[in-house]
């Protein structure tokens, strides 16, 4: 009998972290850190692993890799983008395609892009009648291409937002209303919406100044992770200006936070100025110094999406022919029941262990 052993993130936003079982086999799908920063996976509930699968390269997703020693030092996949972000003492052990097939210790694996990140997939287990992990997913992304899942009988589902149903241009037009008010100073992940908040602005005609590492990031976006309608429009993008001395127009720097780099520095520099505004577009963890710039009104926080809002999850649902349901990395225990019946006949399920 196989079975999936949710060790964190159901209903809940806490590191990705989901234990499969089949036969003598036992793997992970991701092994992540936070938020916040420090919170790991309850290792003695993992036990001893054969082989890590990660999803992508964000740390929420990663971030444990270097635990992998305490679970039994697996075996570790992921796709070569993804890959880069792992320590070099935990090389992975060969790369998942990021769209294709293969078999890993016995089990027939399928991968596809995402729409998240760059080298981001979802994973499809040949388990029982299907495990199909989405990891972090968008269907929406003006930069990011992805790939139809497949059938299958169990899903975990990306339920960042809860059962909220915001669609990406709520946040867009918001973003536009404050940036024609005066500077703007975007905190960014380079490796997720930074450049497609960037693209956004290009588009409407505001070409956003970049920090180093931005630049950096659009220059190494892989071909094949981009829809190909908007190659021509990254490589303009590239040649941005940089980040001005003083405050004016749009301007997109790194990290997504204000613990570090650039925008630290920027913020440091310009924390007690009128301009520029600062929105935070991501997750802010309530301890995080972000939220407390929020918290003083010195920044606000505006959602760009990049994960689906509640109907693209019902699409997904729908599409895989699901009949069992996890909803993932957000929303709450309060919520089953609005999720019960959206993605009814299928069954939503927050169990610790379920049947494949
Ligand atoms: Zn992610």
Not at 10 to 33: H, I, M, Y
Request: proline share 8%; charged share 20%; aromatic share 6%.
């Amino acid at each position: 009998m196989a079975r999936l052993i949710p060790i964190c993130g159901v209903a809940e936003k806490a590191p990705a972290c989901f234990l499969v079982e089949s036969g003598e086999t036992r793997l992970l799908l991701d092994f992540g850190e936070g938020p916040p920063p420090g919170r790991m996976p309850d290792l003695a509930a993992i036990g001893q692993v054969d082989a890590i699968l990660f999803s992508h390269q964000h740390a929420d997703h990663i971030g444990a890799v270097g635990l992998s020693d305490e679970i039994g030092a697996p075996q570790l996949f992921a796709t070569e983008i993804a890959a880069r972000a792992l320590p070099a003492e935990q090389p992975v052990t060969s790369f998942l395609p990021l769209s294709g097939t293969k078999t890993i210790l016995g089990i027939s694996v399928r991968t596809g892009r995402s729409g998240h990140a760059p080298g981001g997939v979802w994973i499809h287990l040949d388990i029982g009648d299907g495990l199909l992990y989405m990891g972090d997913n968008c269907t929406s992304s003006l930069i990011y291409a992805h790939d139809a899942p497949p059938q299958a009988g169990t899903i975990i589902l990306d339920a960042s937002y809860g059962i909220d149903d915001t669609r990406l241009t709520v946040g867009q037009k918001t973003l536009d209303e404050i940036a024609a008010a005066g500077p703007l100073l975007l905190p960014v992940v380079t490796q997720g919406r930074g450049p497609e908040i960037a693209l956004h602005f290009a588009r409407a005609g505001i070409m956003p100044s970049l920090d180093d590492a931005m630049r950096a990031a659009i220059i190494g976006l892989r071909s094949e992770c981009v829809l190909p309608e908007v190659r021509a429009e990254l490589a303009e993008l590239a040649k941005a200006p940089s980040i001005p001395s003083e405050p004016a127009g749009v301007m997109i720097a790194t990290p997504a936070t204000a613990e570090h780099g650039a925008v630290k520095t920027l913020i440091e520099k310009w924390k007690f100025n009128y301009e520029p505004q600062i929105v935070f577009t991501g997750y802010l963890h309530p301890s995080s110094p972000a939220a407390t710039l929020v918290a003083e009104k010195r920044a606000r926080q505006v959602r760009w999406k990049i994960h689906p809002s509640l109907s693209e999850n019902v699409a997904t649902v729908r599409a895989a022919g699901a009949h069992t349901v996890l909803p993932c990395f957000g929303g709450n225990a309060e919520m089953l029941s609005a999720w019960q019946d959206a993605f009814g006949p299928a069954r939503v399920t927050l169990d610790r262990e379920i049947a494949l």
